[in-house]
């Protein structure tokens, strides 16, 4: 059982401490709901799990399946099983979806998947998301709508089939329906793979999509309390101060910080492929 075990975790940016101490430990099965008020470390957290250059970690340690998660490079985490769906997904420009998720296919694989294999997959995940039919000879992200770019996130999510997914407000910019689509797209990939998720969302409504085993809110760089998922319906109805009262802990208030992206991170599979 894929196990990830993140143990005093420190982690800053441009001299700036954002986790304190944290941890935290998601298998396989389990969807964890992380919570809490911007600028208090959640998109950090994940930045720092898969490799992100401008997070340094201070002190402490993040394992995938025993393994250290530190000395890894950003593709090796990705062949490791680990998975980031980005909150701002970036346009690459001149490489198409079918070539990007081919090669960041390959780049897990002994050999090259074959291509009616391939199609059939691709195919039947744009159409599990609903997507447009020509996605696969769109370049990546380019001209794509908010929700569209949400939507590839998953469409990646689906044909990488990984161990941990870690989905930073993939429900950000979708509507109603949009929303219900993605939510069972990820629920029928985790049944499917027993994967675990580790996902982001500031909403009720997208939690009861994908109802949580598992709910953390994160103050000032720490996990400060843990519950189920009644645990976001009080967080909805009376938000987060009598939390930060409860456990004497300050709610930061959000800084501008660099939005963590697809490029700043760097893709392990066009990386592997010499297609920068």
Known sequence: MSTLTITNLHVEIAGKEILKGLD???????????????????????????????????????EFDGENVLEMEVNERAKAGLF??????????????SDFMKAALN????????????????DKAIAALQMKSDLAHRYVNEGFSGGEKKRNEILQMILLEPKLAMLDEIDSGLDVDAMKIVAQAILDQQVKSQMGLLIV?????????????HVHILLDGRIVLSGDADLVNRIDKEGYDWVAKE?????????????????TIGTCAVKERGMQ
């Open 24 to 62: 935290l430990t998601v298998s396989a099965g389990e969807i964890h709901a992380l919570m809490g008020p911007n600028g208090n470390g959640k998109s950090t957290l994940l930045a720092a799990i898969m490799g992100h250059p401008a997070y340094t970690v201070t002190q402490g340690t993040i």
């Open 84 to 97: 980031l769906g980005m909150q701002y997904p970036q346009e690459v420009a001149g490489v198409t979806n």
């Open 107 to 122: 780049a897990r694989r002994d050999s090259a998947i074959p291509i009616f294999t391939f199609i059939r997959q691709l």
């Open 201 to 213: 969302s500031h909403y009720e409504r997208f939690y009861q999509l994908i109802p949580p085993t």
């Open 247 to 263: 456990y004497g802990v300050a709610i930061v208030k959000e800084a501008k910080t660099r939005p963590v992206t697809s490029t």
